[in-house]
């Protein structure tokens, strides 16, 4: 299963974006789902998490109430709505699935390939 995230791209702070990721080949609606974020020298980082039924959301202290994860299991696609960007938002977003609800990295067992969010000030 590869994940296919996609949206990325050069913004200046203050702007929105929105990163889409697709599953082809996974039972999307059974799967709990996430995004991390790694900046260039730094570590993978949890940004937000999304359980299976979209009922439960999660987000990194960072971006609580700057970002927004939903999911379409009717399409099998999650999304990542990110406004009032800010440079220390550049990194590259990586979504996941994971069999349980978690902020953990571990616990995801599929992941994409990553889409580049470079942010300017």
């Known amino acids: 299963v590869q994940l296919q995230a996609s949206g990325g791209g050069l913004v200046q702070a203050g702007d929105s974006l929105r990163l889409s990721c697709a599953a082809p080949?996974?039972?999307?609606?059974?799967?709990?789902m996430g995004w991390f974020r790694q900046a260039p020298g730094k570590e993978r980082e949890f940004v937000a998490a999304?359980?299976?039924?979209?009922?439960?959301?999660y987000y990194a202290d960072s971006v609580k109430d700057r970002f927004t994860v939903s999911r379409d299991n009717a399409n099998n696609t999650l999304y990542l709505q990110m406004n009032n960007l800010e440079p220390e938002d550049t990194a590259v977003y990586y979504c996941?699935?994971?069999?349980?609800?978690?902020?953990?990295?571990?616990?995801?067992?599929?992941w994409g390939r990553g889409t580049l969010v470079t942010v300017s000030s």
């Open positions: 080949g996974l039972t999307f609606s059974t799967y709990a």
């Open positions: 996941a699935a994971a069999e349980a609800f978690s902020p953990m990295a571990m616990r995801y067992a599929y």
């Open positions: 999304i359980s299976w039924v979209p009922g439960s959301t």
